[in-house]
């Protein structure tokens, strides 16, 4: 059998144990195309690391690619496709850190917004209504690009101001409540496109300039010419570089950093924000909470003021 055969006969295999393994699924083809028409048993360890270690491959990337490929070649192995795995080691560069989000400031959202006309010209293949939306929705409600991506337009209820997030990381539904300017974008997009939406609520919320479905490599491209546009970077090379996924992280350090001065009770809002956020607990939430020095700031003077006796804490 073909690579690609085994590969088909993998992802397969997991969909019927219930796996949604959608990510798997995009990695593991990546890879086959990667190391071309050649039988599983001629794939050596220095193909694997070509395709593990690509020019600008952040290290959680790599490691999430190194996880699902070693479970394909287990998986051949098993199957007395393979003798051994010829899967190379994967050792935690010397020096290297993990990947620490970027919080947006207000002023950046805004040169973000403002170079979209720029980052999406003809050729791209997002419409400026459709990056300047789905960014929005990303930051507006705290949303993982997946999530909004795979939206359909039976999922926006623009009445009740409410989205429903189908299908998630963890199999969940959640219903996700919109603030009304972002109902309002929302209402607008939905109301401006509806001449694509052939196939009525069924069709996908967004999609690309030819009306097929928007991809993650499309939204990627996307975000890193707007990223340039707008002059948003940091030190450390590519792989250290702004991620549209921190626009989530954004929303979670600005909401409660506006908590914070509000005075609010977060031990009573901050499992609020994890429900609404759709993880399992607050562990995961604490995860997005990266300390700027703005909400350092914040929590230290609400410390200082439940030491003297005042606040929340």
């Given amino acids: 059998m073909s690579t690609a055969s085994i590969i088909a006969n993998y992802i397969e295999h997991n969909r019927c144990l219930g796996k949604r393994f959608a990510t798997e699924e995009t990695i593991l083809t990546a890879f086959g195309r990667s190391v071309g028409d050649v039988p599983l048993r001629h794939i050596r360890p220095a193909m694997i690391s070509q395709f593990l270690d690509r020019n600008g491959t952040n290290e959680a990337t790599v490691r999430k690619k190194h996880r ?15 003798r051994a795995s010829p899967m190379p080691s994967c050792e935690r560069k010397r020096g290297a850190a993990s990947y620490t989000p970027y919080i947006y400031s207000e002023a950046e959202l805004k040169r973000l917004l403002a170079a979209v006309p720029a980052a999406t010209g003809s050729r791209s293949d997002i419409d400026a209504d459709t990056l300047r939306t789905l960014l929005l929705l990303l930051y507006g409600a705290g949303l993982r690009r997946g999530e909004a991506r795979r939206l359909k337009v039976e999922d926006v209820d623009v009445p009740q101001s409410l989205i429903h997030i189908r ?4 199999f969940k539904t959640r219903i996700v409540p919109l603030g009304t300017s ?4 929302m209402k607008a997009f939905v109301a401006k496109h509806c001449s694509r939406y052939s196939k009525g609520g069924g069709s996908m919320l967004f999609s690309k300039r030819d009306s097929t479905p928007l991809t993650d490599s499309a939204i990627s491209a996307a975000f890193r010419r707007l990223r340039t546009i707008a002059g948003i970077k940091r030190d450390g090379g590519a792989r250290n570089q702004p991620r549209i996924h921190d626009l989530r992280h954004s929303a979670a350090v600005h909401r409660v950093t506006s908590w914070y001065r509000a005075g609010a009770d977060l031990n009573d809002l901050l499992p609020k924000l994890a429900t609404y956020l759709g993880h399992k607990d607050l562990s995961g939430t604490q995860r997005y909470l990266t300390m700027t020095e703005e909400l350092l700031a914040e929590a230290s003077r609400r410390f200082e003021a439940s030491a003297q006796g005042g606040g929340h804490v």
């Fill in 182 to 185: 972002l109902n309002t974008v």
């Fill in 68 to 82: 699902v490929l070693a479970g394909f070649f287990r998986f051949a192995v098993t199957r007395r496709r393979l």
């Fill in 167 to 170: 299908g998630t990381k963890f």
